[in-house]
């Protein structure tokens, strides 16, 4: 059953989980509280996030390149 996460009201359809675990100095921890905090999230929910916007960028940006090798640069 879909969930609503609480970013812009994106749903995530739950697919299990798996432990990763970091380790990072203080000052890091810090800023990830902070920046956290602004937005009114856990540590581990910004860090999540931030993963899934950057995998989305990276697979974005060759599903581009792909269309444009099949259909040449638009100008």
């Known amino acids: 059953m879909p969930y609503a996460t609480p970013w812009r009201g994106v749903t995530l359809v739950p697919m ?6 970091l ?12 920046r956290a905090a602004r937005r009114g999230m856990s540590v581990q929910d ?5 993963l899934i916007r ?7 940006q060759s ?6 090798r099949f259909y040449g640069t638009v100008t």
């Not at 299990?16 to 675990?21: A, D, E, K, M, Y």
């Open 16 to 21: 299990g989980t798996s432990v990763l675990s």
């Open 23 to 34: 380790r990072m100095d203080g000052e890091l921890l810090e800023r990830l509280r902070d």
């Open 46 to 50: 910004y860090v999540v996030r931030t």
């Open 54 to 60: 950057d995998d989305f960028d990276e697979r974005f």
């Open 63 to 68: 599903a581009v390149e792909e269309t444009e």
